[in-house]
């Protein structure tokens, strides 16, 4: 995230590998020009208006007035992983449509709370910008989002409504034992179907991410210093501390309490 407040300018023509995300906080109507791929837009910016530039797409910025913006750049691998764990949306590998301009005052409200979180160096801060940055997002995709197109035949490709079925399955027997059997009956599907879709659209095995989002599960658990860890262990669907330990220092790199003790308090 950086703020902005400058003199009327220009940027020159660039691509990037992230999403740019620009909020007008200026009360004054001003105009700028954004080359989009070569295309050029000349409008009036009015306050909370958005600019979205999806990852890849080459722009340039020139600017009339005095600027006062709020740039938001945001990693498309994480974005996309953000989307899966924490909303069930399954997004176009484009990620964003091409909206060159729209108006969110909500939106915009909430880059504004996540800048003055930033500004402060204290802890309480510190909580405020990660759960607002939370907030920030879900409202970002929930409306602009744009998820994979679903398939006319849904047994053919793993859709977004099959990934939220799953999801689903495994969030509300997180404490049980999980089989490919079970997530493929889920999603309406044999079981070796399921696998290779499932891993050609996410990338892993489905017993790989069933880990990853237990052991997921379990770092936001033992947030709670005074939870203990055989508990964690067996509301994540391990079947004991010894077992959560070993997965845990199979996938994150140390052992549960080590991590406990590093993370800043």
């Not at 405020?128 to 398939?151: D, I, T």
């Not at 409504?161 to 044999?190: K, N, P």
Request: a negative charge; aromatic letters at 10%; proline letters at 4%.
């Amino acid at each position: 995230m950086r703020y902005f407040q400058a003199a009327p300018n220009q940027m020159p023509e660039d691509e990037f590998d992230e999403h740019h995300v620009l909020l007008n906080l200026n009360r004054n109507v001003h105009r700028v020009q954004n080359w989009r791929d070569g295309e050029l837009r000349d409008f009036m910016f009015h306050k909370d208006e958005i600019v979205v530039t999806p990852a890849g797409m080459r722009s340039g910025w020139r600017w009339h007035g005095t600027s006062d913006v709020i740039v938001i750049t945001l990693d498309p691998v994480k974005v996309a992983q953000f989307a899966q764990s924490e909303l069930g949306i399954l997004l176009d590998p484009q990620q964003f449509c091409d909206l060159p301009q729209f108006s969110d005052p909500d939106l915009c409200a909430a880059g504004v709370i996540l800048r003055d979180a930033l500004e402060t160096d204290d802890m309480s801060s510190a909580v405020m910008f990660e759960a607002m940055s939370r907030v920030f997002l879900v409202k970002l995709l929930q409306k602009y989002g744009k998820r994979r197109a679903e398939e006319v035949d849904l047994s053919a490709r793993f859709t977004s409504r099959h990934y939220q079925s799953v999801l689903f399955y495994i969030q509300t027997r997180l404490d049980r034992t999980i089989t490919v059997d079970q997530l493929a009956a889920e999603a309406g599907m044999s079981s070796s179907h399921f696998a290779r879709l499932f891993k050609e659209t996410l990338g892993s095995t489905p017993m790989q991410y069933v880990m990853a989002y237990r052991i997921e599960q379990a770092i936001r658990m033992m947030e709670d210093t005074a939870r203990p860890l055989g508990d964690i262990a067996l509301a994540c669907g391990f079947a004991d501390q010894a077992h959560f330990t070993r997965s845990f220092k199979q996938v994150v790199g140390q052992t549960p309490r080590t991590h406990r003790v590093a993370k800043p308090a």
